[in-house]
């Protein structure tokens, strides 16, 4: 995934099936399999579908996430609400587990499995 996400150009030198390798090395990305049919031989096309099969809008997207300028609280806003920059079948989880797996250093990487432990832990952490 890292050789994928890790900068703006190794995004833009990305082929399609590279970018789709990438995010279904996401647990939080994978686990949508559940709400597709056909699951996981089925998931890649379902998020091309699901966004018009724009590869360009995709590396956009996560070019201006990962690598943008500003706050990544914004950034993340942006990638989850503006029509801009926003994602089918990419949610919260998706992108806190993508951030974090690329830029540790700055935000740990958060995917619904991690938040079920720190609830099971006794953190008051919501599933969005």
């Known amino acids: 995934m890292n050789s994928v996400f890790s900068s ?13 390798e990438g995010l279904l090395s996401l647990h939080a990305f994978s686990e949508q399999l559940r709400f597709v049919k056909g699951g996981r031989a089925n998931l890649p096309a379902a998020f091309w579908r699901a966004n018009g099969d724009n590869l360009g809008k995709a590396k956009r997207t996560t070019t201006y996430f990962l ?3 500003g706050d990544f ?32 250093e700055e935000c740990p990487p958060m ?11 006794g953190f008051d952490v919501r599933a969005v």
């Open 8 to 20: 703006k150009n190794a995004i833009a030198d990305a082929t399609k099936e590279q970018f789709t």
């Open 67 to 69: 690598h943008g300028e």
């Open 73 to 104: 609280i914004q950034r993340l806003h942006d990638v989850l609400y503006e029509s801009t920059f926003k994602l089918g079948l990419f949610g919260n989880f998706c992108a806190l587990e993508l951030y974090g797996t690329v830029k540790p």
């Open 111 to 121: 995917n619904g499995r991690m938040a079920k432990a720190l609830r099971y832990l």
